[in-house]
Nanobody
Framework: QVQLVESGGGLVQAGGSLRLSCAASLRTFYSVSMGWYRQPPGKEREMVAI???????YYADGLKGRFTISRDNDKNTAYLQMNSLKPEDMAVYFC?????????????WGQGTQVTVSS
C-alpha cells in the first residue's frame, strides 16, 4: 500500500521558516507529479504547489516567492520550503501524489502535518 508521510510541521513565529518533507513509498515516485495542499481552520482544502515529474513547479497565487516546492527522486521525497510565514499560513498541510495539473486532483494523500504560525 502506498503511503505518504509528512513531517516538519510545528509552531513558528510570524516571519519564520519551516521545511516540510513528504516521504513516499511509491516505486514510480520519479514519474508522478507531487503536490502540497493546505486546509486552514474552518476553510476548505486548497492547493499550495505542485511539482511535475520533470521538475516544473506551479504555485497558488501569492505564494510563489515565499514557498518553494522541490523533490528528490533518489530519496522518494518531496519538500515544501516555507519562508516569511504569516498567521494566515496556519493550516494542516497535506502531501499528495499523482496530481493532475489541470484539475489539481491527486490520487494519493498523506495524513497531514500541522503548521501553526504565531503573531
Amino acid at each position: 500500500q502506498v503511503q505518504l508521510v509528512e513531517s516538519g510541521g510545528g509552531l513558528v513565529q510570524a516571519g519564520g521558516s519551516l521545511r516540510l518533507s513528504c516521504a513516499a513509498s511509491l516505486r514510480t515516485f520519479y514519474s508522478v507529479s507531487m503536490g502540497w495542499y493546505r486546509q486552514p481552520p474552518g476553510k476548505e482544502r486548497e492547493m499550495v504547489a505542485i511539482i511535475t515529474a520533470n521538475g516544473d513547479a506551479y504555485y497558488a497565487d501569492g505564494l510563489k516567492g515565499r514557498f518553494t516546492i522541490s523533490r528528490d527522486n533518489d530519496k522518494n521525497t518531496a519538500y515544501l520550503q516555507m519562508n516569511s510565514l504569516k498567521p494566515e499560513d496556519m493550516a494542516v498541510y497535506f502531501c499528495a501524489a499523482d496530481c493532475a495539473i489541470a484539475t489539481q486532483y491527486c490520487d494519493i494523500w498523506g495524513q497531514g502535518t500541522q503548521v501553526t504560525v504565531s503573531s
